[in-house]
């Protein structure tokens, strides 16, 4: 007889059932509304020796998969854990879902061998489940992001019968061979695509999905002919290089993936938002979310000195910057960065020693940041040799190096020593309140020194997460930037443990705008720090386009601010004052596109906030002018940036329109705030 029980968080049931073959997700729904899943098992396996019981190109469909037989569940209030046994490999697997939001959990699987005999896993899901939606609906539709270097956060939304293509499978009656991947290996986790995909039904539930890993990652959708099956992997044996062996007894844990449901593409998302900050890891530090001003962008780009940085220190607190991150270069008289690695301060670049300029920082009423790369040692670093070979990457018993420079590997203790201190010596010898940790080279597959270079790799990923922590522990002041030439890592597993994370290294206004509008479909917008960098040869169109991006998530201040006219400072001083009134709301409100997501050439963008009863509106103006349809629960907007000029709206019974000018240019709209004193 079957087993069947129901799990209840929040808004969410999860509907399982134990019979004959292995668990089964049979339902999930939000407030009781229909399903947006149907029966599937909950993981999928693959082990050396022993793939798919039937043969196919992805991972749904797995022998040992197949065989999970039911042994246990326990429900709580907050999770619910179920356990299976393969008896013919001896692999026992503990399900794990934790509720993270009112209609999102986080799901994970411990796998661990039971038998006699060593098993090596090649694969194991994060997460698996069957949608609802055929691969012909012509309602749902498939949103999947890329993005490179200078040009994240490119969004498509594309019918999913375009994306599964018709097979007829009713005639066949087997279910499809193939799939959609989406992949990403090596240590860039976001370098290329996203690990988020939603799957979204015109008329009925949308899910949204998170692979939350530091390391190489894939989704896959596949056709079967009752719907469409979803698997969120971490590496993997055939795309990452990743395996792992199991002595009887041993344990793997997989990644973390978040699943969220909601109305639609914006309801998803506002789950999948909730979600975001349910993980994070809470810290009172970062709950005044104050303004950075970080001297790179368009500005001393990795050449700070004395002379340069006092008239930005004083600026930038005339605009109301609270912290003040000295970005690359401090560290090295060499502008190639030769010897990054040992993090003492360079012994001619600072005139009066960096201590002065710190001390600056700190008379202005900001506190100091500093710039740190500490994943890496230059190959002309003092630091090089002091370590011993097996504190970083190899390859087939060669160092890695990329970019001059060789990768250190955390699970090392004397890499972890190292980089203790280091933040140690910034933190209190320096005084730094803030560190921006960057991360510009790509080591490929991993490291091979223990075992798979995925398996390494995977390693490093979650040693640096600790690491993090454990620092922060230690510093409980310090707030930590995560950056990776721009966005190229910016993921889950780190940004849970993070407070800032640099949206691009895009130096273009108008460019970085599309980066800013879609941000929150990668990062919670109290942590987009999305760059505004003013200049004094801008128009005011062009200057108020820079500072709206940085109000539509964390702004994130740079530029040559003492160089601007007295109008064009207060344009730079009424967006900071504004993002202080918006900041502390924005750390609750839920994102939305009230005219869908951008193109990566589109002329006119709109981003929106809602929450508690108030609402923000961000427009952007690339092209000629236009007028914007909204819809109408945006009436009642009024123009909070920039003072002027104004731009036309008209209301309407259908929702009202708004006239954008020709671009560049930008506004900032609020509905439901009260008026300003």
Not at 267 to 280: C, E, P
Not at 446 to 459: I, Q
Request: proline content about 5%; charged content about 20%.
């Amino acid at each position: 007889m079957a087993a069947r029980w129901t799990w209840q968080t929040g808004d969410l049931a999860l509907a399982f059932e134990a019979g004959d073959g292995p668990v089964v997700l049979t339902s999930a729904r939000v407030s009781g509304g229909a399903s947006a899943v149907r029966a599937h098992q909950l993981v999928e396996v693959v082990v050396a020796g022993e793939h798919h019981a039937r043969s196919a190109l992805g991972y749904t469909g797995t022998a040992v998969g197949a065989r999970l037989r039911h042994v246990g569940h326990e429900v709580t209030d907050g999770a619910v854990a179920v356990r299976q046994r393969d008896t013919v490999s001896g692999l026992e697997v503990t399900s794990r879902w934790r509720a993270t939001g009112p209609a999102a959990v986080q799901v994970w699987h411990e796998v661990r061998n039971g038998g006699e005999l060593p098993v090596t896993l090649f694969a194991v899901s994060s997460l698996c489940l069957k949608t609802a939606a055929p691969a012909t609906s012509r309602h749902h539709s498939l949103v999947e992001g890329r993005g490179e270097w200078l040009g994240e956060g490119v969004w498509s939304v594309r019918p999913l019968h375009e994306v599964l293509r018709e097979l007829r499978l009713d005639v066949t009656g087997q279910d499809a061979r193939g799939r959609h991947a989406v992949v990403s290996t090596g240590g860039w986790s976001t370098g290329s695509v996203y690990p988020t995909g939603v799957l979204a039904d015109i008329d009925g539930p949308a899910i949204a999905w998170q692979a939350e890993v530091t390391a190489g990652w894939l989704w896959e959708l596949a056709q079967h002919r009752d719907g469409t099956v979803l698997d969120v992997l971490g590496p993997t044996d055939q795309e990452h290089q990743w395996s792992l062996p199991l002595a009887p007894g041993a344990e793997f844990v997989t990644v973390p993936a978040g699943l969220a449901l909601g109305d639609g593409l914006d309801g998803a998302m506002a789950a999948l938002t909730v979600h975001r900050r349910g993980i994070r890891a809470d810290r009172a530090a970062d709950r005044a979310l104050p303004v950075v001003y970080n001297d790179y962008m368009n500005t001393l780009m990795g050449d700070p000195t004395t002379e340069s940085l006092v008239p930005l220190v004083d600026a930038a607190a005339d605009a109301g910057a609270e912290y003040f991150c000295i970005d690359a270069g401090w560290y090295d008289d060499d502008p190639q960065w030769g010897s990054i690695g040992e993090w003492c301060a360079a012994p001619t670049r600072f005139t009066g020693g960096l201590g002065s300029v710190l001390a600056r920082i700190r008379d202005r009423g900001m506190v100091p940041g500093l710039w740190l790369e500490p994943e890496v040692v230059g190959l002309d670093s003092p630091v090089l040799h002091r370590l011993p070979d097996e504190a970083y990457f190899q390859r087939c018993g060669v160092p890695t190096v990329e970019h001059n420079r060789r990768h250190l590997d955390l699970r090392h203790r004397a890499a972890r020593e190292h980089l203790d201190a280091a933040i140690d010596r910034v933190v209190g010898e320096y005084g730094a309140g803030y560190v921006k940790l960057d991360y510009n080279i790509e080591p490929g597959a991993g490291t091979d020194r223990t075992g798979s270079a995925g398996d390494g790799l995977l390693g490093h990923g979650r040693a640096l997460r600790q690491w993090l922590l454990d620092v922060q522990a230690r510093h409980p002041a310090l707030l930590v930037e995560m950056c990776a030439s721009g966005a190229m890592r910016m993921d889950y597993a780190l940004l849970s443990v993070a407070h800032l994370q640099s949206t691009s290294d895009n130096q273009d206004a108008s460019r970085s705008a599309v980066v800013a509008c879609t941000a929150p479909m990668s990062v919670l917008p109290e942590q987009a720090g999305n760059w505004a960098y003013p200049a004094a040869g801008m128009a005011d169109g062009e200057l108020a386009m820079t500072m709206v991006n940085g109000l539509a998530g964390r702004l994130y201040l740079s530029g040559f601010l003492d160089r601007l006219s007295a109008g064009q400072r207060e344009l730079v001083h009424d967006a900071v004052a504004l993002h202080k009134r918006l900041r502390t709301w924005l750390a609750t409100a839920a994102p939305c596109w009230p005219t869908g997501l951008p193109g990566w050439d589109d002329d006119v963008l709109t981003l929106g906030y809602r929450g508690g009863g108030q609402r923000a509106l961000f427009v952007w103006s690339r092209g000629g002018p236009a007028s914007v349809s909204l819809p109408t629960e945006w009436a009642g907007l009024r123009q909070a940036y920039p003072s002027g000029p104004r731009w036309a709206q008209e209301a309407r019974d259908d929702g009202p329109s708004i006239s954008v000018p020709a671009g560049p240019a930008a506004a900032a709209f609020l509905a439901g705030w009260p008026d300003r004193e």
